[in-house]
């Protein structure tokens, strides 16, 4: 994954970005030496937070298929939780 300074970012701009993005999913932006952040293109973004959902509906379908849900009114929930209190 490519690298760029803070520097470089204050000197050249977004534009520094956008080439290498051109060739790279994602940019590694440093500071003061130390990666810092993680610039990328807002499509490959979009992706990566699908494919999040769809890791978290599929644990969620995993835990009603072994059991380890409940199902309950909202109030029945409410007390639930008063009574772990």
């Not at 440093?30 to 810092?36: F, Y």
């Amino acid at each position: 994954m490519p690298h760029i300074s803070a520097n470089d970012l204050k000197t050249k701009g977004i534009a520094a970005i956008e080439i290498l993005l051109t060739e790279h999913d994602e940019v590694i932006v440093s500071v003061r030496g130390k990666d810092r952040f993680v610039v990328m293109d807002l499509a490959h973004y979009q992706h990566l937070r699908e494919c999040e959902l769809e890791v978290a509906l599929a644990q969620a379908r995993a835990d009603v298929a072994a059991g380890r849900a409940v199902q309950e009114t909202p109030e029945a929930h409410l007390a639930r939780l008063d009574d772990l209190a």
